[in-house]
Nanobody, 125 residues
Framework: QVQLVESGGGLVQAGGSLRLSCAAS????????MGWFRQCPGKEREFVAA????????YYSDSVKGRFTVSRDNAKNTVYLKMNSLKPEDTAVYYC??????????????????WGQGTQVTVSS
């Protein structure tokens, strides 16, 4: 199992930026793909971005492509989500997650077995 702790959420005006961090511990972080999801009250958890174990491949939802950037620092056991040009519709609780399988990655919640507690991002108009 891996333990994940997100940080960096907060309140920002539309057009602003935030960088979320997710610190991992408990297993070999560098061997697993990582993902970011978000969830609004009453809605299903939505894929935002993912990155392969090496960082060589990244994936984004259409709604954030061109505005968000996912990256990782395996030496620090940390994955990041840089969010630019934020919109009110980006408001959600953001979760990081670790892939179920070694060297795996995906875009569905079922592809990920360990989740952080979430961090709130609120974008005001």
């Amino acid at each position: 199992q891996v333990q994940l702790v997100e940080s960096g959420g907060g309140l920002v005006q539309a057009g602003g930026s935030l960088r979320l961090s997710c610190a991992a511990s408990g297993r070999t972080f560098s061997s697993y793909g990582m993902g970011w999801f978000r969830q609004c009250p009453g809605k299903e958890r939505e894929f935002v971005a993912a990155i392969s174990w090496s960082g060589g491949r990244t994936y984004y939802s259409d709604s954030v492509k061109g505005r968000f950037t996912v990256s990782r620092d395996n030496a620090k056991n940390t994955v990041y989500l840089k969010m630019n040009s934020l919109k009110p519709e980006d408001t959600a609780v953001y979760y990081c997650a670790a892939a179920n399988t070694i060297y795996g990655v995906g875009s569905n919640p079922g592809d990920f077995g360990s989740w952080g507690q979430g961090t709130q991002v609120t974008v005001s108009s």
